[in-house]
């Protein structure tokens, strides 16, 4: 059969799924050295229910501040700059993909995959004492991008290999590369660099199935796969994948986590997991 | 919860909390702060809901051990990750199954 062109089924998706302008004027302001917390928070002004997010996710278990947070200008302070482009990246993720109609894949269940992975990245990376820890969220929530690429341009295909993985129990990410001779993880890849976003977004998702592949970014990526299968495993939702994907040795032996950390991780995603949901989604998982 | 060791410092230079000690919600804020994330306790508690749901259902726990072999085939069970993975996963399996019945 003609194998697809990546960067057509990117060309198709990117007519439909755009970042909205609150996250680029937000990125221009990064990158200005005198913008001040102040500018952050005019910016977030113009969109007042993504204030009241931000406000109620500064007060939430998330970040477990001391005290009330009341303003945003003060939660902007205490969060951090960089931190805030990144909560607000998965803020407007799920509204860029909004026109993906519901009959080819359980949208919920999706993120729902995806937000649970970047709850385990951001426990992950609190474990390592990471400075970030809101951009490895931002890596896991992302990570599985490029299915929804194959969902929209691909449905029937994906159709069919989903239904043949769940009778052969094969693993559907292989499923891809042997039907389009790429997978989902490329695609995705390809997506964030057309949207320009970070590079170090673009390696783990690239990579998550094959850290051992990457590069640069290497700690993140093997975060990202670790991250992924741990998710599969503990939370109900699903980018497609029944199965749990098997793990790379060099990635676990990378990360260093100790002993007991996994019911440690499996008790904290248990309590986040349900503030990123409100936060994502905008409701209760 | 009572401390059965010393809680230390991550570099295990500064004891934080002696053994022996009540746990109070004031002593996990300071472990957090300190990026402690894991104490010994003394004794364990064997009524947990898990239990009582084995215990009434034991067709669950059979289904779920049956049932996670497959689920992980492509995984090494013997790794000790993917084996304390697969017992979580056999747990939540067996909840998720008794909040249906």
Known sequence: MNQPNPQHLIAGITQIASLPEIYMKIELAMNNPKSSSKYFSDILSEDIALAAKILRLANSSFFSFPGKISTVTQAI????TRQLRDIILASSIVGAFKDIPAELIDMKSFWRHNIACGVTCRIIAMLRRETN???????????????????KEKPDAMGELIEKCSKTE????RSERNHFGFDH????????????LPTRLIKTTACHHTPERAKEYIIETATVHVSDIISNALTSGSSGEKMIPPMSE????ILGLEDGNLSLIADELDKQYSVAVDFVLSESP | MVLSSD????????ILLKAGSELTEKHLKIFKTWGVVQVDVKGKDNSTPLNNIINAHPELEIS????????FKHTNLKHPFFKELSDLWVQNHIKQRAAEI
């Open chain 1, 250 to 253: 060099k990635a676990w032996k």
């Open chain 1, 185 to 196: 993880a490329l695609l995705g890849s390809l997506l964030l660099k057309e949207w320009k």
């Open chain 2, 7 to 14: 809680v230390t410092d991550r570099g295990g230079r500064t």
């Open chain 1, 133 to 151: 820890v809101e951009a490895a969220f931002v890596s896991g929530l992302l990570h599985d991008i490029g299915r929804l690429v194959l969902y």
């Open chain 1, 170 to 173: 094969e693993l559907l990410y």
């Open chain 2, 64 to 71: 779920a051990r049956l049932a996670v072999k497959s689920t």
């Open chain 1, 77 to 80: 302070t205490l969060i951090g």
